[in-house]
């Protein structure tokens, strides 16, 4: 599939690290409204720059559109590239407004085309590891989850000395604009989503606990930085949800079934170890096996690479199960509607602010299949 990038900012160097892992992605050209961005990344990775939106979109070469663009700039693009007749891959949310997103949506299924977000981490050997293990029903019937998406305090960070592969800055300021549940909460919202179904309501608090950052540059919104959700699934399961840069580093999630516990520690990395414990009773006690079983991780032999900074996830593999879907005439995995979806509850979530009233969902999805390398 020929692709082209909008937007060569921080993450542009994330997705192009991994492309090489899917030779059936060709990146065709890449495109930057700061013509130094584009130009920064054709000269370090050889890659041909458009020099406006309109000329790669008249670029008939091009199939997919991969939107790596901030946040507010989402919703623009991706309608361009749809209305021009291309697929979109699109970096999450898939637009800062409910509405814009089911515009997006909308549009995609009048065109016949399809329409994907990140993240794409469901994909991975954890996710895939977790789903086949309670497919098996290894913990029994699943009640509870707490999932974690706390980051520290950020803002303390020496994030200045952040720099891509290429050298662009990591944005601070639209990351504390945007806030940490729309740019984080997906990472675990996509996974119990495909676990548990849809979800049904959920019941949220959110809120700016530290406004101004202590920025070089004034903020211009108090987004939340710390976000707590109840999620109630159709099919029954609740799940707690925390998002912050407060809390310190944890990103574990914990599955609570009849008879033990799954966990990982770590959702943000491709290959994060999965474990069971067990519940057990001797004589009038029941306890949970006080040393973990390891559950063996699938897809070991899947090419990666290797790192050991701050890039732990393959960003493209929901390109490359677009690209794949579009070969089989299948939906992909990260269909519009679910990605819909997962977008609605982000935004219920980040927009609850301290009134934390129930917000029904209004959006479905037909189930996912797992990946072929974990049936
Ligand atoms: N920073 C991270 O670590 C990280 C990790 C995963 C995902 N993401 C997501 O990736 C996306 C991009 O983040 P980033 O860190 O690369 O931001 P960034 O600010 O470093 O880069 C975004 C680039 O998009 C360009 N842009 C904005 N609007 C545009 C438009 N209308 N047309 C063309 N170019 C436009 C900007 O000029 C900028 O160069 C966001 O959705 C973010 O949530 C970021």
Redesign the pocket.
Known sequence: MRIAL???????D?YKKTMSLHPELELVGV????PE?SANFSAYHSIPAYQS?EELLEDKKVETVIN???????Y??SKAALEAGKHVY????LAMEFSQAKDLVSLAESKNLHLST??CSLLNETAQTLWKALREEVVGQVRLVYGEMDDGLVHRFAYKKWL?ESG????YQ??FE?GCT??HAGYILTWLAAFFGPAETVTAFSSCLIPDKETDVPLDNNAPDFSVACIKYQSGVVARLTCSIVAPHDHAIKIFGDDGVLYTKECWKDRSPVYIRKRFTIRRKTLLSPIPKTYPLVGKNNPHIKSKG?QQLN?CRGIADLAEAIAQNRSPRLSAQYCLHICELVLAIHNALEAGSAYKLSTTFDPIEPMDYAR
């Open positions: 909008v937007g060569c900012g921080f993450v542009a994330y495109m930057d409204r700061n961005r939106l790596l663009t901030n946040p507010s700039s989402h623009e693009v699109s970096e999450k949310p990140a993240p891509s662009i800055p990591w944005p639209d990351e945007v729309i740019e701050g960003f």
